[in-house]
């Protein structure tokens, strides 16, 4: 039995689980993360980087490794029977970059090094023992997990908190009992990734549609591409059967050359039917698995690591109360519902075999390019400036009801929205350099009114560690900011509590007491400690 000298426990050391360490570790949480793999990950698997993500990785401090890593996609091509239908384009703002699954993990690897831990690999959880059902965290105490370390050593490690990011086949998952509803999708799929002859535009995806099936094209860093198929019923996949595909209903003129990985797989939509118990919860995908039609799955779970380990270190450190967690679950179950909806339609209409399914198909993707619906309004969801968790409480809005109905408005910056990227890094509230912990109040008082300053500045004054922001000129009025005298208040992830006007305070002070716990210490920088340098923890040196 070892006393464990981490606050979090990491089970899973795949992009997940790295960057919910991390993200603990740069605000002083003391973290130990353990992974069965004796190795790193060698294959590309996920590839695709979205823009809310790849802000979470600028934050974190790796967004330029990122950059350099990655290629752009700036457009989908959509083709019927090798006749263009329509394409979604992306602006630099809205397009995501493609990277190997092993560059994001390496990336990650080493930012962890620099925070001061390391992944323990060849280490796998058999059990966790102690576990709370009840959900009152105040009232329960460390979980046990039991580790085996393959050598003969099996550890009995205690935790005040895990995280299981241990993927679809989850150990943790099993251990809390946790259903994984959903379905499997009938059809399997082929994959190549391969060095070509001939051209492929190196910044664009392509669907290759017909009544046959889907095939895929997707580029990667230095000259590598992706072909991704519905395999044949019944049949196997080779390489040459790929090349097949390729020339049958695929891009003219492009051959498989030097293929650096091939797989088959099967796609399933499941969701996990809870995201926690009592203190040990779930992340990635042994939370959530589903298509990778629109590259959005490791986003998703590296979207979870980035909701939790903010409101783990707040909790942890007491700067704000334990019910700050209940919202964890809630708020990623509603956006990974979203995501299965909208990449389960998308896997869909790419598989649609009756003629009238694909008239109808290829008729739909038309209307939307030519109005132009498509980029508008479906690229800004899929890059990730769409996301909002929904309000739960009504002092979380204004309580003018014109400004919440312009709330509901697609792309509309309310309680729950991400706060404009581009106004929160001119505020200092984002960017590697800001702080990771704070939560921002951002004032806007009404003209000739001092009085009604002063008496925010008292509500803010009872939250010492509140980073008030007064900026004379407000942020600008394009990123859809209301302009209205009133407040916003953000959270560490950088997502709105709450927003309101002049005559809110009353509704500001409630969300404060829900957020920050009074006389929580200021936001001042902690050096993190770990329990992954030199010995294990409770392992003889």
Same mark, same amino acid.
């Given at each position: ?83 263009? %239908? ?65 050598? +003969? ?14 993927? *679809? ?5 099993? &251990?809390?009992?946790? @259903? ?9 799929? *082929?994959?190549?990734?391969?060095? /070509? ?22 580029? &990667? ?12 019923? +019944? ?7 790929? &090349? ?11 051959? /498989? ?36 039609? @629109?590259? &959005? ?41 979203? /995501? %299965?909806?909208?990449?389960?339609? #998308? ?83 984002? +960017? ?64 709105? *509590? *709450?927003?309101? #006007? ?40």
């Amino acid at each position: 039995m070892t006393a464990g000298d981490a606050d979090v426990l990491i089970v899973g050391g795949g992009p997940t689980g790295l960057l919910a360490a991390c993200e603990l570790l740069r605000r002083g949480v003391r973290v130990r993360i353990v992974d069965r793999a004796p190795a790193p990950a060698g294959v590309p698997k996920a590839l695709s980087l979205w823009p809310r993500v790849r802000d979470i990785l600028t934050d974190v401090g790796v967004g330029e490794e990122v950059r350099r890593a990655s290629v752009p996609v700036h457009a989908f091509r959509y083709f019927s029977d090798r006749r263009p %239908v329509a394409s979604l384009t992306f602006t630099d703002d809205l397009a995501a970059r493609q990277i190997p699954q092993y560059e994001t993990e390496r990336i990650l690897t080493a930012r962890l090094h620099e925070l001061g831990a390391k992944v323990e690999r060849g280490v796998r959880l058999l059990c966790l023992d102690d576990v709370d059902f009840s959900g009152d965290i105040e009232a329960s105490g460390p979980v046990t997990a039991v580790l085996d370390h393959g050598d +003969g050593l099996v550890e009995r490690f205690r935790a005040p908190f895990v995280i299981g990011a241990d993927g *679809a086949g989850s150990t943790v998952r099993g &251990q809390l009992g946790i @259903g994984f509803e959903g379905r499997t999708y009938e059809m399997a799929f *082929a994959l190549v990734d391969t060095y /070509i002859e001939g051209h492929l535009p190196p910044d664009e995806i392509a669907y290759y549609q017909s009544p046959t099936g889907t095939l895929v094209v997707v580029p &990667q860093p230095a000259g590598v591409f992706r072909f991704l198929s519905v395999m044949p019923q +019944g049949a196997a996949m080779s390489r040459h059967d790929m &090349q097949q595909l390729i020339d049958a209903r695929g891009p003219r003129g492009v051959r /498989i050359t030097e293929p650096v990985w091939e797989t088959v797989f099967r796609v399933h939509a499941r969701r996990a039917a809870a995201f926690r118990r009592g203190r040990v919860f779930l992340a990635g995908d042994s939370a959530h698995v589903h298509s990778p039609a @629109g590259g &959005q799955g490791m986003n998703n779970g590296l979207q979870d690591a980035h909701n939790l380990a903010w409101k783990l270190a707040a909790v942890i450190q007491g700067r704000s109360p334990s019910t700050l967690l209940d919202g964890y679950g809630p708020e990623r179950a509603e956006a990974t519902r979203r /995501i %299965v909806r909208d990449t389960d339609l #998308h896997t869909r209409a790419l598989t649609a075999r009756s003629a009238a399914r694909v008239t109808a198909r290829d008729t739909a993707f038309t209307l939307l390019d030519r109005s132009g619906a498509a980029a508008r309004l479906y690229a800004p969801v899929m890059a990730g400036r769409r996301l909002a968790y929904p309000a739960e409480r009504d002092t979380q809005q204004p309580s003018s009801r014109a400004c919440r109905a312009r709330g509901r408005l697609p792309g509309a910056v309310g309680p729950g929205s991400v706060f404009p990227r581009r106004a929160a890094s001119a505020l200092g509230s984002a +960017g590697p350099d800001a702080d990771p912990r704070a939560w921002t109040l951002l004032l806007r008082p009404p003209s000739g009114d001092p009085g009604w300053a002063a008496e925010a500045g008292h509500v803010a004054a009872r939250r010492p560690g509140l980073t008030v922001l007064r900026p004379d000129d407000g942020p600008a009025r394009a990123d859809g900011i209301c302009t209205r005298p009133g407040y916003y208040l953000i959270r560490p992830d950088g997502h709105i *509590a *709450a927003h309101g #006007h002049a005559r809110d305070l009353n509704r500001l002070e409630h969300e404060l007491a829900l957020a920050l716990t009074p006389g929580a210490a200021p936001n001042t920088p902690r050096t993190p400690s770990t329990s992954t340098s030199g010995a294990l923890p409770g392992r003889p040196s």
